[in-house]
C-alpha cells in the first residue's frame, strides 16, 4: 500500500469500504457534540493542532489573519464500525478522531492557513456506506445527523469567533454536501453573504442550479463566489458521470476560471503529498472537462504504483499551493472590494 494523496488507508474505493448491513434504525445515534468544548473541534486557531503545520518553508498567518476559513472535513469513517454506532462516528472515538486530525486537517484544512484563522469542526459523521446504501432514506438520516453537527457549530462559530469577520466555507466530498447546505440556509440571500469570500467545495458534483444567488468563481481574484471540482485521470470518464457531474460547475484550480483551457503543469503552484513537509511543484496540468476536471497522471515517488482514476482524494492536496495562494489573494481581494 502507498500513502498517496495524503488521506488514510488510499486504496481503491472498492476494496477499502465497507457497507453496513443493517438499516439506520436499528442502530443507536451517537450522542451530539457540545460545541463550547474544544475538544469537539479537529482545529482552533487558538489551540495547536494540524491546521497549524505548513510544508518546509511556509509559514501560517492565523496570528494575523483578518479572515476565517469554516473547513468541513470529508469522509474517513470507512472501516467496519468497532461500536454500536454504526450509521455515524462516535465523537468518543479517540482513534477516527486522530485520523481526521492527520489526514484532512493536516493535508487540507492547513492549506488555507495563509488566508484565515481556520475551524475544523468535529461531527458525527455519516459513514461511507451511506454512498453505497440502496436504502435512501439511511443514507439522508445518516447526513442529517452529520448535518446537525455541522449547523450547530456553524451557528456557534458565528456567535463566539466570527465577529463581523470575512470568512471562506471549504470543504471536501461529504463535507461539501453540508458546505451546500450551510451556503443555502445560512449565507445566500442573508446579510452574511456580504462577509463571504468564497467557498471552496471540491470533491462532490455541484449542479449549476443548487447553489442560486451564489454564482462560481470566473476568475482567480473574484468575491462572493463558490469553486468546485472533481478531479479524474485525463480521458477517463466516471460510470456516474450522468447522475451529476454532467451537470456540475467545475473551476480549474490552477487557472481558477470555469472554462475547459488546458493549463499545463508549468503553472501548477505545488502540491503537498507525503511526506508533508517536502512540497511537490509542477507535477499537475488540468483541464476542465464537462463537469470534472482532468489531469495527467501526475509523477512522484510511488506514483506508478496507483492503478485508479479517479484522483478523488487528490482534490485539495495535488493543488495545495494553488488553494493556499489564492485563498489569500481572494481574502484581500474581499478586503479592497469592502473597504476600499
Given at each position: 500500500?502507498?500513502?498517496l494523496?495524503?488521506?488514510?488507508?488510499?486504496?481503491?474505493?472498492s476494496?477499502?469500504?465497507?457497507?453496513?448491513p443493517?438499516?439506520?434504525?436499528?442502530?443507536?445515534?451517537?450522542?451530539a457534540p457540545?460545541?463550547?468544548?474544544?475538544?469537539?473541534?479537529?482545529?482552533?486557531?487558538?489551540?495547536?493542532?494540524q491546521?497549524?503545520?505548513?510544508?518546509?518553508?511556509?509559514?501560517?498567518?492565523?496570528?494575523?489573519?483578518e479572515?476565517?476559513?469554516?473547513f468541513?472535513?470529508?469522509?474517513?469513517?470507512?472501516?467496519?464500525?468497532?461500536?454500536?454506532?454504526?450509521?455515524?462516528?462516535?465523537?468518543?472515538?479517540e482513534?477516527?478522531?486522530?485520523?481526521?486530525?492527520?489526514?484532512a486537517?493536516l493535508?487540507?484544512?492547513?492549506a488555507?492557513?495563509?488566508?484565515?484563522?481556520v475551524?475544523?469542526p468535529?461531527?458525527?459523521?455519516?459513514?461511507?456506506?451511506?454512498?453505497?446504501t440502496?436504502?435512501l432514506?439511511?443514507?439522508?438520516?445518516?447526513?442529517?445527523?452529520?448535518?446537525?453537527?455541522?449547523?450547530a457549530?456553524?451557528?456557534y462559530?458565528?456567535?463566539?469567533?466570527?465577529?463581523?469577520?470575512?470568512?471562506?466555507?471549504?470543504?471536501?466530498?461529504?463535507?461539501?454536501?453540508?458546505?451546500?447546505?450551510?451556503?443555502?440556509?445560512?449565507?445566500?440571500?442573508?446579510?452574511?453573504?456580504?462577509?463571504?469570500?468564497?467557498a471552496?467545495?471540491?470533491?462532490?458534483?455541484?449542479?449549476?442550479d443548487?447553489?442560486?444567488?451564489?454564482?462560481p468563481?470566473?476568475?482567480?481574484?473574484?468575491?462572493?463566489c463558490?469553486?468546485?471540482?472533481?478531479?479524474?485521470?485525463?480521458?477517463?470518464?466516471p460510470?456516474?458521470?450522468?447522475?451529476?457531474?454532467?451537470?456540475?460547475?467545475?473551476?480549474?484550480?490552477?487557472?481558477?476560471?470555469p472554462?475547459?483551457t488546458?493549463?499545463?503543469?508549468?503553472?501548477?503552484?505545488?502540491?503537498?503529498?507525503?511526506?508533508?513537509?517536502?512540497?511537490?511543484?509542477?507535477?499537475?496540468?488540468?483541464?476542465?472537462?464537462?463537469?470534472?476536471?482532468?489531469?495527467?497522471k501526475?509523477?512522484?515517488?510511488?506514483?506508478?504504483?496507483?492503478?485508479?482514476?479517479?484522483?478523488?482524494?487528490?482534490?485539495i492536496?495535488?493543488?495545495?499551493?494553488?488553494?493556499?495562494?489564492?485563498?489569500?489573494?481572494?481574502?484581500?481581494?474581499?478586503?479592497?472590494?469592502?473597504?476600499?
Amino acid at each position: 500500500m502507498i500513502a498517496l494523496y495524503g488521506l488514510c488507508n488510499p486504496i481503491t474505493l472498492s476494496a477499502q469500504h465497507y457497507l453496513i448491513p443493517t438499516r439506520f434504525n436499528q442502530s443507536p445515534t451517537p450522542p451530539a457534540p457540545d460545541y463550547c468544548n474544544s475538544n469537539y473541534w479537529s482545529a482552533l486557531p487558538f489551540i495547536n493542532d494540524q491546521a497549524d503545520q505548513c510544508p518546509k518553508g511556509y509559514v501560517h498567518n492565523q496570528d494575523q489573519a483578518e479572515a476565517d476559513v469554516f473547513f468541513i472535513h470529508p469522509t474517513t469513517y470507512t472501516e467496519k464500525p468497532k461500536t454500536i454506532y454504526a450509521w455515524n462516528h462516535d465523537l468518543r472515538d479517540e482513534k477516527l478522531n486522530t485520523g481526521v486530525d492527520n489526514s484532512a486537517t493536516l493535508f487540507q484544512a492547513s492549506a488555507f492557513n495563509l488566508a484565515g484563522k481556520v475551524y475544523v469542526p468535529r461531527y458525527r459523521q455519516a459513514h461511507y456506506s451511506v454512498f453505497l446504501t440502496q436504502h435512501l432514506s439511511d443514507k439522508q438520516a445518516a447526513l442529517d445527523t452529520a448535518y446537525a453537527d455541522v449547523s450547530a457549530a456553524f451557528a456557534y462559530y458565528l456567535k463566539h469567533f466570527n465577529n463581523g469577520r470575512p470568512f471562506i466555507i471549504a470543504s471536501h466530498s461529504q463535507g461539501t454536501i453540508h458546505a451546500a447546505r450551510i451556503l443555502k440556509e445560512f449565507v445566500i440571500n442573508t446579510p452574511l453573504q456580504a462577509q463571504l469570500v468564497a467557498a471552496y467545495i471540491p470533491g462532490m458534483a455541484v449542479p449549476q442550479d443548487s447553489l442560486i444567488g451564489l454564482p462560481p468563481c470566473t476568475n482567480d481574484t473574484a468575491t462572493g463566489c463558490f469553486v468546485s471540482w472533481c478531479t479524474y485521470e485525463r480521458g477517463y470518464i466516471p460510470p456516474d458521470y450522468e447522475l451529476g457531474l454532467a451537470r456540475a460547475i467545475c473551476v480549474n484550480p490552477i487557472s481558477w476560471q470555469p472554462n475547459e483551457t488546458y493549463i499545463p503543469k508549468s503553472h501548477h503552484q505545488g502540491a503537498a503529498l507525503r511526506p508533508f513537509e517536502l512540497p511537490l511543484y509542477e507535477i499537475c496540468d488540468a483541464q476542465v472537462h464537462g463537469g470534472i476536471l482532468w489531469v495527467t497522471k501526475p509523477k512522484f515517488r510511488g506514483s506508478w504504483l496507483w492503478k485508479d482514476k479517479n484522483y478523488h482524494m487528490g482534490d485539495i492536496n495535488l493543488f495545495y499551493f494553488d488553494i493556499r495562494n489564492n485563498a489569500a489573494k481572494r481574502v484581500l481581494a474581499h478586503w479592497h472590494k469592502h473597504k476600499g
